[in-house]
């Protein structure tokens, strides 16, 4: 049965078993109505109609010849049974022998049968047709209903019409039937090629045809294959970078200890000089790869956030404590303002300081001297907002919607600041705050940056990235 493996193929076999079995009910109605009234029963009821005419026309010609004349001549002539009842419906003339039972008065049933017939007193069923005359008497005629099988009704009545006419709809419901399977199985077919082509570069996005649902699983693979190539992309770039970020400590580590080694470094203070920097460059290296790691930790979701109720402006004032050597260095000042009355804060303290730590740290590198970074903490819309401000030269437009991405440099040249894209200390920040299900993002306007954290007073029972991703 590995014909009817395919979708095309059941959708075919599915809409023809539908007809056939629409065909079959039709079918089934078809020989219950042909049961209840064969031909043969039409053409004996069709029969008694014709002599009951032809019995009142004579009697109306016959000028005083007795109506029971009429009906005896009627009757030998046409072979048929011919009944006079009164109007008070009691039998007067019978034209049977009287070996027969009579036949009592039709009775009126709730339902009205296809076939009107009556049993006699021996149970025997007769066709009848039944007239009033003028008089108010009643006039029947009369026939035994004829013997029929099940075989004979289905052969003579119901096999040509059936096979007639559900040949040739059965012929055309199978020829929509493949239109329709292949309306909605091509675009399926195209969708299930370019999912065994991934992960070619050069796939492009399916074209979106057949039904409203098909379409929609079209638009669904097409937005996943525009993810898998992006992600893709970010994977190489990522590999890229820090290939280019590790290559730079790692020649200088393998330049001074092969001063070292080969004593071109002859002098105590030249191997000293030589050690600072393979210790410097190793700490660097040391940095990156925590970071790294970091990264993945709360990528994957196993970052645990340890979740407890956090007092902001405590934060900002001890992240701005914790800058005072380095700001009294650069000639930079540092102030925070908070709005008075700000409630308390659900969320993982140590990553929250990371957070506001890495955003002071960028500013700071790009703030010139006698400039001012602010820290600022309000409540918004039931959120807690906090931002970090500078006075520096601010960020280009085009690089403001990158500023979060992993190495990302607006300026290639200018090195050694998150602002500006090298490092990933604001690729940190973002994955921290979305893992307390808020969001946080940067204005610049020619002279200052300032970044903006969104962030949920409470927080649902989970505690690492994946399960928050389910939540928000």
Known sequence: MRVFSSLRARLWLSYALLVVTALGIVAIVLFAYLWRNPFLYRQTLERLRAVETMVLERDIQAQGQPLAVTMEKAA??????????????????????ADKPPLPFPRKNLVT????????????????????????????????????????VFTDDLLPLFFEGGFVAL??????????????A?????????????????????????????????????????????????????VANVSHELKTPLTSIQGFAQAILDGTAESPEARRQAAEVIYNESGRMHRMVLDLLDLARLDAGTADLQMTALDMPAILNATAEKFSPQLQKSGVTIKVDIS?????????????????????????????????????????NGE????????????????????????????????????????????IVRQIVQAHGGRISVRSGGAGTTFDVFLPLSQANATTLVRRRNLF
Not at 128 to 151: C, E, H, K, N
């Open 384 to 427: 807690m907002h906090a931002s970090v401000s500078d006075a520096g030269a601010g960020i280009p437009a085009e690089a403001l919607p990158h500023v979060f991405d992993r190495f990302y440099q607006a300026d290639p040249a200018r090195k050694g600041g998150e602002k500006h894209g090298a490092g990933l200390g604001l690729a």
């Open 340 to 380: 008075p009355n700000l409630p308390a804060l659900i969320g993982d303290g140590d990553r929250l300081a990371q957070v506001f730590t890495n955003l002071v740290d960028n500013a700071l590198k790009f703030s010139p001297r006698g400039s001012e970074i602010t820290l600022r903490a309000s409540l918004v």
């Open 171 to 184: 012929l055309l419901s199978l020829v929509v039937a493949l239109f329709v399977a292949k309306w909605i």
């Open 113 to 152: 049968r296809a076939t009107p017939f009556i049993r006699d007193e021996n149970g025997g069923s007769w066709l009848y047709t039944l007239r009033q005359l003028s008089d108010g008497a009643w006039l029947m005629v009369a026939a035994p209903r004829p013997r029929l099988s099940i075989v004979n």
């Open 186 to 238: 091509d675009p399926l077919q195209k969708v299930i090629f370019a999912a065994h082509t991934m992960p070619s570069a050069q796939i492009k996005p399916v074209e979106e045809r057949g039904p409203h649902e098909v379409r929609e699983l079209t638009r669904a693979f097409n937005a996943m294959l525009a993810r898998v190539q992006s992600s893709r992309q970010s994977q190489r770039d990522f």
């Open 76 to 97: 030998h002539t046409f072979n048929v049974r011919i009944l006079l009842y009164s109007s008070d419906r009691q039998l007067q003339a019978d034209t049977s022998s």
